[in-house]
């Protein structure tokens, strides 16, 4: 399979060290990953959905209206010219700085390898919270691209506005935010719970007025995500 080739290649780049066809298959199910993510990045890797111009009433659908080519998962992800996954991306690049890390745009292998993410801290020691949540922005930003596109291509909607592209970002963040400040209690959760210092140190950076929120601030309600504004500065 050429996205398994291009997944075990990413992570090789990425990491230093070669994964396995299992190694891939398994990263695949990270519980850092919603579930409707992780069916769609089963179906990503496995290419299904590539070869829609085999299937006479989908040929329209093969062909990106926008760039005038094939559009397999790859372009739609990583290059297709129709507003959403540029957008995206940008705003990746944005909260990403904010919390001083080095993130380069993915490609698609890099894309189905992201549940084998691994950032280091300064002194070269793999940063769980960093890696987390990067995890947690390459699976909601992808995730959402692939939506955008379903509701212009299937749903027959014009291309979204910059505005709405920030604003359904900021709420799948903002969701997975209050996800993991909820998970974090142990007497509703028990042994399943995520620790608090894990919580904190995921997404450290990425808040609104974090300077001015407590020292554990999981108990909060109120606390969002920090509103990226490099759409609005176009």
């Known amino acids: 399979m050429k996205n398994l080739r291009l997944a075990k290649q990413a992570t090789l780049d990425n990491n230093g060290k070669a994964v396995t066809d299992a190694q891939i298959w398994v990263s695949l199910r990270n519980k850092d990953f919603s579930r409707p993510f992780r069916y769609f990045l089963w179906m990503t890797t496995h290419e299904i959905g590539e070869y829609w111009n085999r299937i006479d009433w989908e040929t329209q659908r093969a062909e990106c209206q926008t760039c005038n080519t094939t559009e397999s998962m790859e372009h739609v992800l990583t290059k297709c010219q129709c507003a959403g996954q540029n957008?995206?991306?940008?705003?990746?690049?944005?909260?990403?700085?904010?919390?001083?890390?080095?993130?380069?745009?993915?490609?698609?292998?890099?894309?189905?390898?992201?549940?084998?993410?691994?950032?280091?801290?300064?002194?070269?020691?793999?940063?769980?919270?960093?890696?987390?949540?990067?995890?947690?922005?390459?699976?909601?930003?992808?995730?959402?691209?692939?939506?955008?596109?379903?509701?212009?291509?299937?749903?027959?909607?014009?291309?979204?506005?910059?505005?709405?592209?920030?604003?359904?970002?900021?709420?799948?963040?903002?969701?997975r935010l209050a996800t993991d400040r909820i998970l974090t209690n142990k007497k509703t959760f028990g042994s399943r719970a995520i620790a608090a210092s894990l919580v904190l140190n995921t997404w450290r950076g990425t808040l609104e007025d974090e300077g001015n929120l407590p020292e554990d601030w999981t108990r909060e309600a109120g606390v969002l995500v920090g509103r990226c504004t490099t759409l609005d500065r176009g």
């Open 87 to 175: 957008e995206v991306w940008k705003l990746c690049d944005e909260i990403f700085t904010r919390a001083g890390m080095t993130w380069e745009r993915p490609s698609i292998g890099n894309i189905i390898a992201c549940g084998l993410t691994q950032v280091t801290n300064r002194k070269g020691k793999p940063d769980k919270g960093k890696s987390r949540l990067q995890r947690i922005i390459m699976s909601e930003s992808t995730h959402l691209i692939w939506k955008l596109r379903n509701t212009r291509v299937i749903g027959g909607k014009g291309p979204p506005s910059k505005k709405e592209i920030a604003n359904k970002w900021h709420y799948a963040l903002n969701s």
